[in-house]
């Protein structure tokens, strides 16, 4: 079963962190000096993905900018002796395919994946969402895409979440469990009342999808109610018309870096694993004395500027 397409939703407008977002793609916040987009490519590429597919919007120019070849800049590099700062992104770009979707309206996950669904052909693909960093002994999509390969169907990636949290994800149903990291589902919902949770298992951004995925979308789109229309709601809808889904509790630490409290957890995180900084940040964390506040908040602002 060959997959080797990724759709990469990264239309969204980043609310949770204005300002940063106003102009910038939030998808390219930086961990250490790589965005978080090429952390989504490599673990695509580590996986067995050559064909990415990202659904973009205004002001995400930067994405694509980042995923081509930049001529001067490379030359200059090279004539330096120092063509290896750019050999990672350089490595992607040889090896991999990128193409752009643009999503004109926000109107949610599931929308943003159909607007992209001339891209696939009677396939499985696979989605990664970038608000979302798996990092780990494994890449999160290979381990996901081992599992489709095995029981020929789709598979969701899982890990479990207090029972307090389940209402800010995708939480599954489980039908049967066949592994302790396996399970096959009867349904899954999106960020449901605790009480009403099926499970404490949250979908945590990685899915290996059947392309009927899209007959499912195309018939909320037409038939669903008029809200967001949401990749859960189709994935449950297949399920409903005897796809087989399964979830897989995907190894390695998943960071949620679609908020500044996330994403700060993720650039310590990655921070501290890193040979080179690990030591220093260690120390620096052990050290550090907070007693001064940032000059520049906006309640100092306004007060100076009165
Ligand atoms: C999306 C999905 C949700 C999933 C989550 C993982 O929600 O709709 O099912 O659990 O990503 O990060 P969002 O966080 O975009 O609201």
Known sequence: MEIVKAIIPAAGLGTSFLP???????????????????????EGLLSGITNFLIVTSKSKQAIADHFDAAGTLEALLKE????????????????????????????????????????????????????????????ALAQLIRIARQEKASVIAVQEVPAEKVSSYGIVSIKKQITPSLFQLSSVVEKPNPKDAPSNLAIVGRYVLSHKIFNSLDWITTYGASRELELTDAIAHM????????????????????????????????????????????????????????????????????
Request: glycine letters at 6%; aromatic letters at 10%.
């Open 80 to 139: 330096r002796n120092k063509s290896e700062l750019l050999s990672s992104i350089e490595k992607l770009v040889r090896l991999a395919q990128f193409s752009y979707i643009r999503q004109s309206e926000p109107l949610g996950l599931g929308h943003a994946i159909w607007t992209a669904r001339h891209t696939i052909n009677k396939e499985y693909f696979t989605v990664a969402l970038p608000d979302d960093i798996i990092v780990g002994k494994q890449p």
């Open 239 to 306: 399920m409903q018309h005897n796809e087989r889904v399964f979830a897989y509790k995907v190894q390695g630490t998943r960071y949620d870096i679609g908020n500044p409290l996330g994403w700060i957890k993720a650039v310590i995180g990655t921070a501290l694993q890193d040979p080179e900084y690990g030591p220093v940040i260690r120390k620096f964390l052990n050290e550090l004395q907070v007693s001064d506040s940032l000059i520049y908040t906006s309640a100092k602002l306004t007060e100076n500027c009165l």
């Open 20 to 42: 940063y977002t106003k102009a910038m793609p939030k998808e390219m916040m930086p961990l250490l000096n790589k965005p978080a987009m090429q952390y989504i490519a490599e």
